[in-house]
């Protein structure tokens, strides 16, 4: 040993990226011991240019120009390169500022739709070949029997059920409540048979007006729409729960 320094070179450096095709800026690790054509290589990928268009510009950690990376038989290792330092990328090709970001400048594919119905090899040929969704005419017509027997049955609930009424409604998935009848008939919201109920509590959604159209009044939160068949009438008298005792 003669005490001399020995300087130790990490192998590799990170360093940041930016281009003159892209707003964003990438970071990568590259070992020091490659030319810079095998650096333009492998920057093919980030930044989308060619490596024969590309002209390389080195800054510093405080984004200071340093200088120009133009030959291509250099190693990376012999320019100024220290980690965050920022190699720029010039694309000599052309290329615009976020060209290949900007969906709205892509030439869209567009086929007419009676282009599309000849065609043999489409999802909407495979679904009327195998009947299958909307395609299937047996399955369509036992959905509209069931759905306009339902509607029967509904319509048959709301004839039994006036104004005035007090009931207990029963939806799926919610606790019991119990109210007074304030509407029953169509509505302008959904098609079908509704039931409007003010309920003895602060339930609800609303206070009898939905969509701007008053159906009938209640306090806000106690009015609500239901379907006949979870109303059931009966003698469902209000309970007492204590709200004026001290």
């Not at 800026?25 to 240019?49: H, P, T, Y």
């Not at 390169?81 to 000599?92: Q, T």
């Not at 615009?96 to 009676?114: A, G, H, N, R």
Request: aromatic share 8%; charged share 30%; glycine share 8%.
């Amino acid at each position: 040993m003669d005490g001399g320094v020995v300087v130790v070179t990490n192998p590799y450096v990170d360093v940041r990226l930016s281009s003159t095709i892209s707003s964003f800026d990438a970071k990568r690790r590259f070992n020091r011991g490659i030319s810079i054509a095998e650096l333009k290589a492998k920057l093919e990928m980030v930044v989308g240019a060619s490596a024969s268009c590309m002209d390389l510009e080195l800054f510093s950690v405080s984004d200071k120009f340093l200088q120009k990376m133009d030959d291509n038989e250099a190693l990376l290792g012999s320019y100024p390169v220290d980690d965050e330092c920022r190699i720029h990328v010039i694309d000599r090709s052309g290329g615009q500022m976020d060209e290949f970001s900007d969906v709205s400048k892509v030439e869209k594919f567009e086929l007419s739709e009676d282009a599309y119905e000849k065609r043999s090899e489409s999802a909407r040929s495979f679904m009327k070949k195998h009947r299958v969704g909307r395609f299937n005419e047996e399955e369509k017509a036992k959905k509209k029997a069931e759905h306009a027997a339902r509607e029967e049955e509904q319509k048959a609930a709301a004839d039994a059920i006036s104004v005035g009424n007090r009931c207990q409604v029963q939806v799926p998935g919610q606790p019991t409540k119990l109210g007074t009848v304030m509407y029953v008939g169509t509505a302008d919201f959904k098609p079908g048979y509704w039931v409007g109920v003010k309920y003895d509590e602060p339930l609800g959604k609303h206070n009898g007006t939905v969509d701007g159209k008053q159906y009938f009044e209640c306090e806000n939160k106690y009015g609500a729409f239901v379907k006949p068949l979870s109303v059931t009438v009966g003698d469902f008298p209000e309970e007492d729960y204590g709200l004026d005792e001290m």
